[in-house]
C-alpha cells in the first residue's frame, strides 16, 4: 500500500506557472506507476498526465500537452507535475494516483486556481 500527499497548489494568473509535487509512502514507489488528475467544479474528475514506473514513458491528456510535464524522483518517492502557460480552464482540484496491479490510490488533492 502506498500513501500520496500532494502539494504546491495556489491561486496564480493565467500564464503562469507551478509545479505540484506528490510525497508517497512506502519502499515500493519505485514499482508504482503515477498519474494527475484533476476535478472542477460540477465536472468529473479526469486524467491529466501519468509516467510509467521507470519513468520513460509518459502520456498526457490533449488539453494540457505541451504544457505540462509530469516526472518523477524514484529516489525521494516523489512525482511531479509541471505546469506552464496556465488557463483559467486549468482551475481544478489536482489529485495524484499510484497505480500497481490494477489497484490506485489517490491523494487528498491539491487546490489549483487560474485566475484571468
Known amino acids: 500500500q502506498v500513501q500520496l500527499v500532494e502539494s504546491g497548489g495556489g491561486l496564480v494568473q493565467a500564464g503562469d506557472s507551478l509545479r505540484l509535487s506528490c510525497a508517497a509512502s512506502?519502499?515500493?514507489?519505485?514499482?508504482?506507476?503515477m498519474g494527475w488528475f484533476r476535478q472542477a467544479p460540477g465536472k468529473e474528475r479526469e486524467f491529466v498526465a501519468a509516467?510509467?514506473?521507470?519513468?520513460?514513458?509518459?502520456s498526457y491528456a490533449d488539453s494540457v500537452k505541451g504544457r505540462f510535464t509530469i516526472s518523477r524522483d524514484n529516489a525521494k518517492n516523489t512525482v511531479y507535475l509541471q505546469m506552464n502557460s496556465l488557463k483559467p480552464e486549468d482551475t481544478a482540484v489536482y489529485y495524484c494516483?499510484?497505480?500497481?496491479?490494477?489497484?490506485?490510490?489517490w491523494g487528498q488533492g491539491t487546490q489549483v486556481t487560474v485566475s484571468s
Open positions: 494516483n499510484a497505480n500497481r496491479l490494477g489497484v490506485d490510490y
Open positions: 512506502g519502499r515500493t514507489f519505485g514499482t508504482y506507476a
Open positions: 509516467i510509467r514506473w521507470s519513468g520513460d514513458t509518459t
